[in-house]
């Protein structure tokens, strides 16, 4: 069946590095990928998202890419800052209400 | 504006027990979604809703029913509890389907023994 594979589950970064989350998908009819953060105990909420007819977003200090060829996306936090630390969910989509979410990356953020 | 509330925030059931949980929106959303959480696992569907009246069933439907008789509100029924069904509960709407921006709501934690 469809599967979203996200890595690394867990990743820990000194405050003003960089973050990279990737997620690989297999339904090739995936055609929107969008981003959620979710932080301790909280509700998910949307941070980014992207759809297939585009490579690369931007958001100020977030940006999304999606190769669409090898069937895979990442998710880049520049500058990282402790308020970014939360679990990172990825998903995929084609449109038939069969949204895969990935299994999450914990995010740390050291100050 | 209150966004997505859910009803109740956390619960114990027994075995065989029977709930509801409440999901009330106030954007006038059309969308409507219910999700679990596991640990380790990102977010299933289990249940959806394209607009008052109707109801499709997600990726984990078995062992839950809904139902939307007003706009506003999305319920999700278990009948039977089993503690395979002990999970976090998340609701969500969003007004342009499940490609436009979801809604969560604070979650309901359901511990069946």
């Known amino acids: 069946g469809e599967n979203v594979e996200q890595h690394p589950s867990t990743l820990s970064v000194q405050e003003g590095d960089s973050a990279v989350i990737k997620c690989t998908y297999s339904?090739?009819?995936?055609?929107?990928f969008p981003w959620y953060k979710q932080e301790l105990g909280k509700r998910p909420q949307l941070i980014i998202d992207i759809r297939s007819n585009v490579g690369e977003k931007k958001d100020q200090r977030i940006a999304v890419t999606l190769n669409k060829t090898a069937k895979h996306f990442s998710l880049h936090i520049t500058e990282t800052q402790p308020e970014d630390s939360a679990v990172y969910f990825c998903?995929?989509?084609?449109?038939?209400?069969?949204?895969?979410f990935g299994a999450g990356t914990r995010l740390f953020v050291k100050a | 504006n209150a966004g997505v509330t859910q009803t109740p925030k956390f619960r114990v059931l027994k075995t065989g027990q029977s709930m509801t949980l409440l999901c009330a929106q106030d954007?006038?959303?059309?969308?409507m979604y219910w999700y679990r959480q596991d640990p380790g696992m990102g977010l299933r569907l289990i249940h959806y809703?394209?607009?008052?009246?109707?109801?499709a069933k997600g990726e984990v439907p078995d062992g839950y029913n809904v139902s939307r008789l007003k706009k506003q509100n999305f319920l999700l029924g278990l009948e039977s509890a089993a503690p395979s069904q002990t999970s976090v509960y998340f609701c969500?709407?969003?007004?342009?389907?499940?490609?436009?921006?979801?809604?969560f709501g604070p979650g309901t934690r359901l511990l069946v023994l």
């Open positions: 339904d090739s009819a995936s055609n929107y």
């Open positions: 954007m006038n959303h059309e969308y």
């Open positions: 969500a709407s969003s007004q342009a389907g499940p490609q436009g921006t979801q809604y």
């Open positions: 998903a995929a989509d084609t449109g038939g209400f069969k949204t895969i």
């Open positions: 809703s394209v607009g008052e009246g109707t109801t």
